[in-house]
């Protein structure tokens, strides 16, 4: 139960202010711009940008800088702002086979047409902190460029699904269910799990996944492929009477290739996990794709070992962390009526049951 | 695959003047803001804006970016991406779309305007001043990324080990 009570105004408006000014921090230090956070931490921006399920960098990197840094804040204020637009339409699926990779490797094919490209990579670098980004100034020289072969990268899991090895996908409804536009509700279909589950937060969807590696609902994956890179976005604009590229989005895609022994309705064949997550975001892009095969148990046929990770309505209602912080946090706001009637029945209670050890202890 | 299966509009068989519209539209949607102004001011050189009406004023919202599960099954929503748009009539009659990615309003505003003149008989001009400028940059920004790319690019080669190598 809430109770209005005024009176903290003063101490709000005060604490904004001073919110205001620890935000700035020591004025003798040069403010952060815009610029600066969507270029030089741009992987803050793409995961504000995943969960806040708005791609815009400017609007993230200006949610991250009002946020102090706090990302969970930082995609609650995109989550916000997104209520305030209108929605024009939606976009016809984006093809990743024709994705601008900046990276693109596969664990399970060494040689494949396209080749391993490691792009932009932390892996191979050994973790030592690097003081020479301490100091400020160093000119960063360009990386080098090699020949861009024309080569196109065809999906992995293609070469697999030509000899029947992988099982097929199946077609959908074209206008797929929606959770910001309904609450979600249960059996989830796999496109509104996959909304979920790209959208949720990086950590829960990274223990889910690692929760199935380590063998709480085991199901063997291999990275078929990770790509990342540019795709373009289409649109049919009804006012032209067709279709535009409205823009291009950078995105990670992640395709795991399953074990799988067959069942009772499926012959032996690989089975697939699926990530696709706005910006680069290779570790949350792989753990959705784990997390995305292990709830997908059910319409494989395949038994339900009780694992967390496969059970749809534990993943998908905890994956959000902005309903989960909402919900956790709101416990720290005032409850002094409900407290007191706690207080008051406790010390009723109490008070009865010293009475009646004080009548037996008399007796 | 089933991209083939576009919802909504039936994708008309295109005209030619169908196709080099939405190739104008797509290349206006996609370029960087700063330099579609740049350009379009260039064009200008100090004339004033042509005369037009807002039929739509600059408007800023978003469209759902739809992905496929494992890239080629059913449909899924992805997320949203922020789009402006506006619509203008010039005062010779041509109307004008523009849809930019973001959230610049005189871009969207310039967009329309660009495709009103392109509509209204000055395709070739604003081709050569802003259309093909925006195009060519776009393409040497792909190719610098895809050429970073190939440079990173596992080159394998095997070690003989045992004696049967």
């Known amino acids: ?363 | 695959m089933s991209n083939s299966t576009m919802e909504g509009i039936p994708q008309a068989a295109a005209r030619p003047e169908t196709e080099a519209r939405r190739a104008r539209l797509s290349t206006l949607a996609k370029a960087p803001a700063g330099r579609l102004l740049a350009l379009w001011s260039g064009w200008l050189g100090g004339r004033e804006m042509p005369a037009h009406d807002v039929l739509r004023p600059p408007e800023i919202g978003t469209v759902m970016v739809r992905g496929r599960a494992g890239a080629t099954g059913a449909p899924f929503n992805l997320g949203e991406m922020t789009v402006t748009r506006a619509t203008v009539r010039l005062a010779a009659g041509a109307v004008g779309h523009g849809h930019v990615q973001g959230r610049d309003k005189d871009a969207a505003r310039v967009a329309a305007l660009i495709d009103a003149l392109c509509e209204g008989g000055e395709a070739d001009a604003l081709e050569t001043a802003i259309l093909a400028p925006l195009r060519a940059e776009a393409e040497a920004g792909k190719r610098s990324r895809l050429a970073k790319a190939a440079a990173t690019k596992v080159e394998f080669f095997t070690m003989v080990r045992g004696e049967n190598g």
């Open chain 1, 1 to 363: 139960m809430y109770v209005a009570v005024k009176g903290g105004e003063r101490a709000i408006d005060n604490a904004h202010a001073w919110l205001a000014e620890e935000r700035r921090g020591d004025t003798e230090v040069a403010e952060l711009s815009i610029a600066q956070i969507r270029e030089q931490l741009a992987l803050a921006v793409n995961r504000v940008m995943a969960e806040g399920s708005l791609y815009d960098p400017d609007l993230a990197a200006l949610a991250i800088k009002q946020a102090r840094g706090d990302l969970i804040e930082a995609v609650f204020l995109i989550r916000a702002y997104r209520t305030t637009l209108p929605r024009f339409g939606a976009s016809h699926p984006v093809d990743t086979g024709a994705m601008s990779c900046d990276r693109r490797i596969s664990a399970t094919f060494k040689d494949l047409p396209g080749g391993q490209v490691l792009g932009p990579t932390f892996d191979y670098t050994h973790r030592l902190l690097d003081f020479a980004l301490a100091a400020e100034g160093l000119d960063v020289p360009e990386a080098e460029g090699g020949a861009p072969s024309d080569t196109q990268m065809p999906h992995v899991t293609g070469f697999l699904a030509r000899e029947d090895l992988i099982q097929p996908e199946p077609e959908g409804a074209d206008t797929p269910r929606d959770l910001t536009r309904e609450p979600l509700d249960f059996p989830a279909d796999r496109p509104l799990r996959l909304q979920a589950l790209t959208r949720g937060d990086e950590g829960f969807i990274l223990s889910m996944a690692y929760s199935t590696q380590r063998g709480y609902g085991r199901n063997h994956p291999f990275v078929g492929e990770l790509r990342i890179g540019t795709v373009t976005v289409e649109m049919d604009i009804p006012e032209l009477g067709f279709a535009i590229e409205i823009g291009e989005v950078v995105l990670t895609e992640c395709e795991t290739v399953n074990q799988f022994t067959g069942s009772k309705t499926e012959p032996p064949q690989f089975t697939r996990g699926y990530g696709l997550v706005f910006g680069q975001t290779e570790r949350k892009a792989i753990s959705m794709a784990l997390v995305d095969r292990a709830l997908r148990w059910e319409e494989l046929g395949e038994d339900n070992v009780g694992a967390p990770a496969q059970d749809a309505e534990f993943v998908l209602y905890h994956a959000d962390n902005v309903q989960a912080t909402g919900f956790l946090e709101h416990i720290k706001l005032p409850h002094y009526v409900d407290f007191q009637s706690e207080l008051e029945l406790i010390r009723r209670i109490r008070a009865e049951a010293m009475a009646g050890q004080a009548q037996e202890a008399a007796e």
